[in-house]
């Protein structure tokens, strides 16, 4: 479990790349601070496991379904990423609760100047909107923010500058995907309400049921 307050901007040593999967080697300081092999360590937004380690590296392997939902299929040597260590008990929740299990992927459709801010307007597709709702949390590229606007083609968030300075999210262009994390409370709502209306439309087989519909 993260927070989606980055840690640290860390950057891609080497990674190879299967036909599906891959395995990528990011360089490193902070958050490699008391890490142990099998941690878990947020990239851009993924949780992913530490499976090698040095004092300046990590390395993680990522499998074919991270690959398809995420955007570190899209990654190369040298490109910077967001980390983030996994939450301890006993820290502090600035961000939100965010698991690092990507929902999908949207693409930046605009930059936007306010004053000291910027806006970003994110295009996502509309299986993933239906979770975004305004004021509500959402996670780019593992990044905690809240959602400023909503409508049925795209998102918006304000960056303020010193999240301009510790993440990537102004360096990328338009048209570069970010990874989406929606607020996982309104994914389990939605669970539990198809459930219960699922339930609500199953009829008992009875005696007059089976009259009813010419069984009998």
Known sequence: MFTGLVEELGSIKAITKSAKSAKITIKATKVLE????????????????????????FTVDVMAETMRRSN???LSSGDEINLERALRLGDRLGGHMVSGH???????????NEDNSVWITIKTPPELLKYII?????AI???????????????KVSIIPHTKDVTTLLTKKIGDEVNLECD??????????SVKEEKNTKKDIDLKFLSENGFM
């Open 34 to 57: 008391g890490v142990k092999l099998g941690d878990s360590i947020s990239t851009n937004g993924v949780c992913l496991t530490v499976t090698d380690f040095s004092t300046n590296y």
């Open 72 to 74: 570190l299929k899209n």
């Open 102 to 112: 990507i929902d999908g992927v949207g693409s930046i459709s605009k930059y936007e």
């Open 134 to 138: 305004e004021k509500g949390s959402i």
């Open 141 to 155: 590229d593992g990044v905690s923010l809240t959602v400023a606007y909503v409508d049925d083609i795209c998102f």
């Open 184 to 193: 996982m409370v309104g994914k389990y709502i939605e669970k539990l309400v």
